[in-house]
């Protein structure tokens, strides 16, 4: 994989997961070939944890997503 698939990926991966938006983040997946997950329910917790771990969100959209995890008894690890 080069550099600038690499900058494309994580452009579009950033771009999805700000959206908040199910089916943005479905043709994201789609696109580079993510496995899409089951459910609407599981996107959107999805979206939230891969919020928390993305460094170039800004902080303020990370800590929402944080706190919209633990409001609903999720914790923001990957596992």
Do not use: Q
Not at 15 to 30: H, I, P, Q, R, Y
């Amino acid at each position: 994989m080069t550099l600038d698939v690499i900058k494309r990926y994580n452009k579009d991966r950033d771009k999805a997961v700000l959206s908040l938006d199910v089916e943005t983040f479905k043709k994201f997946c789609k696109k580079w070939g993510n496995p899409i997950p089951p459910t609407d329910e599981v996107i959107e917790i999805t979206m939230r944890k891969m919020a928390c771990h993305i460094t170039s969100l800004p902080s303020d959209f990370r800590t929402e997503a944080k706190k919209w995890l633990e409001d609903r008894g999720y914790t923001d690890s990957l596992n």
